[in-house]
């Protein structure tokens, strides 16, 4: 009865120690390997956020600075505001909204004859660009590359300029 106990006591040992070795291999696996993302990326050409707000002003710098005393906005030094946010598909990714004012009658609303223009965050430019096309909407620019990312501007239906941007990746 001894023996058999013995017996059933280093089986045990052994089974455990080979379950700790194909825990402690999955968990190396792991850590060696990034998580492989189980859903493929979505590359539709779309919008998936706002980008910016613009407005025009008869006096930007008293308007910064209204915006600043009052509300607390931070002016940063391009004169504008951000705010930044996550991406809830991707919580390490970083988004920011800008916030400016521009001095009335600006050019960078052109052709717009609108006192605003909004910049909507878009995934696919390209691909975007080419839907708009088949769909007859106006194309303003062409598709310019930054360091911060691409853009390009277009028109709705109504004559506002709209710029659409694809941050880098």
Not at 59 to 74: C, F, I, R, V
Request: one cysteine or more; proline letters at 5%; a negative charge.
């Amino acid at each position: 009865m001894k023996r058999l106990f013995t017996i059933i006591s280093l089986v045990t040992l052994l089974a455990s120690c080979d379950s700790t070795t194909k825990k402690t291999k999955n968990m190396e696996d792991k850590i060696n390997q990034p998580d492989k993302p189980t859903t493929p990326v979505d590359t539709t050409p779309k919008v998936t956020g706002i980008g910016g707000i613009f407005f025009f002003s008869d006096n930007p710098q008293e308007t910064k600075e209204w915006y600043a005393k009052n509300l607390g906005l931070e002016i940063n030094e391009w004169g504008s505001s951000s705010f930044e946010s996550r991406n809830v598909n991707r919580p390490d990714e970083i988004n920011s909204l800008q916030w400016k004012a521009f001095k009335k009658g600006d050019e960078y609303f052109s052709p717009s004859k609108k006192d605003f223009m909004i910049n909507y965050q878009v995934q696919n430019i390209e691909g975007l660009v080419n839907k708009l096309k088949e769909n007859g909407v106006t194309i303003v620019d062409s598709i310019a590359t930054y360091d911060y990312g691409k853009f390009v501007h277009i028109m709705d239906k109504e004559g506002n300029k709209i710029e659409l941007w694809e941050p880098v990746d």
